[in-house]
Structures are given as structure tokens and as C-alpha cells.
């Protein structure tokens, strides 16, 4: 008897497909029972969820310690200047209007 397909909608992943086969559950049962499919669906996936790792963290501090806080300091204040000019200019030509608009 020929192999026959089964639609798209139905299609799994060949690591899923082997899963399904060791925990011996039959293409009928899923079948049958739609929400079952999900149920294994989802223990499957927790099953070969891979561990977070803590990797990210460690590498981020590892990129803060090349950081020279000296010259942080130095933008911060140079930048806080600017904005202390911008203010002044602000309160020399008005609160921020358009120079055209007159009253």
C-alpha cells in the first residue's frame, strides 16, 4: 500500500515526529484528539528547551570594565553645558515661540 501524505496543516518536525514515537503515541490518537497534539506540542518543546545561560550578564560586565569613567564625566559635563546654553538661549530670545510670531 502506498505512503499516503498527510496535509500541511498536520506536518511536524522530524525531531517532534521522533519524540512522538518514543513516548509511543500513534498518529491516530493525535488525530483523533486535536488539543492532545498541543499538549505534546508543548512538552516536547519543554523538553528540548535549551538552558539560558548567564553568559550574557558576565560578558556585559566584562565590557563595562574597558570603560574609562574619567572621560564619561567629561561628555556628562560637557553635555550639561550645552544644555545650560540652550536654556540661556532660551531665555534671552523668549520661551521657545517662532521669532516671527509677534503679539
Known sequence: MARRELPERTRVSP???EWLRSNQVSRRQLRRNPELFHTY????QRTVAKPK??????????KLSRVDLNQVSNH???ASEVIG??????GIFGSGGR????D
Request: proline share 3%.
Open 15 to 17: 525531531e517532534f515526529q
Open 41 to 44: 506540542y508543548e512538552q516536547w
Open 53 to 62: 545561560s548567564n553568559r550574557r550578564s558576565l560578558s556585559l560586565f566584562s
Open 76 to 78: 556628562l559635563s560637557k
Open 85 to 90: 546654553m540652550i536654556q540661556n538661549f532660551k
Open 99 to 102: 521669532p516671527h510670531d509677534f
